[in-house]
């Protein structure tokens, strides 16, 4: 971890990454159901007050988690399994940000976090099993708070 | 720090004393012993140094390791090979990946004739090569073992898999060392999930018919990478880091740390007072009790360069996202078996790592570190207490592996 690499340029990374390519975090309702495909994986969907959670379970034991908001757009995702998830669908346009902060972060092999300010990545890795959730804090509908991304 | 207070207020006849020894002689309870490091050499020591390496790690320690083209005299050595027990297997940093590993070594190849690649998963990247062949051996102690697996990271001509996850580490300066030897309580590096998955783990291991097309695979546990230490003839049932405790303000070099290999079969791995903690086999945890919460899932890791826990009371860095920055603080914890038995007491302090590093930049071995664990609370089977480094500095920490007979149990446990 080198610590002088902490300093981002948070302005040169927004300008990259605009708008949804896939779906995931950032996109619409309908990109849940592409994840869900692409994944090849169970669909369950859970209501909470003000947020929606929709379930993505493979047969190999990944399971990742889509929250949406009142406005149906994907506020926040969380994941564990066997292997890491496919970042580049589940971040959807925030993917380019999260390459560009992983490499500067030059964190443990354990433990990722990132904190943009508009995006935060935590990452947790060890032996066979992998976790973490993702959220964009201005998409986060009123009442909902990090905790409740699990 | 724990052992210069024992130092400073030992006589040096009660010094010599310890260190174990089945005595049943009434008299006065010796105080514990002092950490004893193991002197490095022939059959089973080999030296460690926590330095920043090739990469600018911090809090991590390395280990050398020869590597040959099998059955034959040409060899390599190969410096600052981090020394893991949160992993399994040995994987080294091809030349053209900024590495040192220049040898033509076979490929390992799949029933049916394709070559066998594989994915290394981190939390912040992955390492992609091709599995290839090697004898290996471990100069200072004399360990070695024949045609073993190794995963060579950053081969060239091979083409990443889209399914190998960015952010690609598939250098010595993204990857952070010259190899890795994971020496972790499983018996091989994915385990059954590998074998029987079907369709086969995406992420993980991979057949190339081509090294531009690979595809993923099963890989049965034989053909997986094994734990190193499960190949050497003696002294194969788990391994000892000990390491000394660094100065508070952390050093660029900490030196005179051991990698002892074998547990309780040499007059210098006996377990002593340590105890034993069962890991579960299937999760890879000990149980852990902090804050009044128990039954925390728990890990002693050699590859996680500061203690990871959450307490949300602990003021966290602004500039060192991930870590903690409180005011000196000591913090009590209690490690039990999993399933329930023997426990032991783990504590520690946490500083605040960015005043540390500003009062000494060029540390690489820093005591007292901490971070905070963040794991969604729905996850199946986090880690939920996560010690590193920082708790191994001053410790002996052994790691048995799992089915391995040793005189403190079966393995797989943690001791100390």
Known sequence: MKLNGISLSCAALVLLGTGPAFGGLGGALDSVQADQAHMKGALRVTSNSGFTVHGISTAYGTSVREYTGPGGTVFAVAWDGPVNPDFEHLFGGYYTQYLQAAAAAHGSHRHLSIQLADLVIQNNARMRTFAGRAWVPSLLPQNVSADDIR | ?416
Not at chain 2, 8 to 18: D, E, K, M, V
Not at chain 2, 57 to 81: E, K, L, R
Not at chain 2, 353 to 359: G, I, P, T, Y
């Open chain 2, 1 to 416: 720090m724990r052992k210069s207070l024992i130092l400073a207020g030992l006589p040096l006849l009660l010094l010599s004393a310890c260190g174990g020894g089945g005595s049943s002689d009434i008299g006065p309870t010796p105080p514990p012993p002092g950490q004893i490091i193991a002197t490095p050499g022939p059959p089973n020591v080999e030296p460690v140094v926590v330095d920043a390496g090739p990469a600018q790690a911090f809090n991590t320690g390395f280990v050398s390791v020869t590597i040959c083209v099998p059955g034959s005299a040409t060899c390599q050595t190969i410096d600052h090979i981090e020394v893991d027990t949160g992993s399994t297997g040995l994987r080294i940093l091809h030349a053209s990946a900024g590495g040192q590993l220049s040898l033509n070594l076979p490929p390992a190849m799949a029933p049916g004739g394709m070559a066998l690649a594989e994915c290394l998963q981190f939390a912040d990247g992955s390492s992609f090569g091709p599995i290839e062949v090697a004898d290996i051996q471990f100069s200072t102690s004399g360990k070695s073992a024949t045609n073993v697996a190794v995963q060579v990271i950053g081969a060239p001509n091979y083409t990443v898999p889209a399914d190998c996850p960015p952010r690609l580490e598939n250098t010595v300066a993204d990857f952070g060392a010259n190899g890795i030897l994971g020496v972790g309580p499983f018996i091989q590096d994915c385990g059954l999930a590998c074998q029987n998955s079907n369709p086969p783990l995406p992420g993980w291991y991979y057949t190339c018919s081509t090294p531009t097309t690979c595809a993923a695979a099963t890989a049965t546990t034989a053909q997986q990478l094994q734990n190193p230490v499960t190949l050497f003839d003696s002294d194969n049932n788990g391994v000892i880091v000990e390491l000394p405790s660094p100065p508070a303000g952390g050093t660029a070099s900490l030196t005179g740390g051991a990698l002892v290999f074998g547990i309780g079969t040499e007059s210098n791995n006996g377990l002593g007072s340590a105890v034993v903690l069962a890991i579960d086999d299937t999760t890879g945890f000990v149980q852990a009790t902090f804050n009044g919460t128990a039954g925390l899932n728990a890990a002693l890791d050699s590859g996680s360069n500061a203690n990871f826990f959450t307490d949300s009371s602990i003021q966290q860095c602004t500039a060192a996202v991930g870590f903690y920055c409180p005011p000196s603080l000591n913090l009590t914890s209690t490690l039990q078996s999993a399933g329930g038995g023997a426990s032991a007491a783990a504590d520690f302090s946490v500083a605040n790592l960015e005043s540390l590093f500003n009062a000494n930049p060029s540390a690489a071995a820093m005591p007292n570190v901490a971070g905070p664990l963040n794991i969604p609370a729905g996850t199946a089977n986090p880690i939920q207490f996560d010690l590193g480094m920082p708790f191994f500095f001053g410790r002996n920490i052994f790691t048995a592996i799992e089915n391995a007979p040793t005189p403190g149990g079966t393995g797989p446990y943690f001791a100390y």
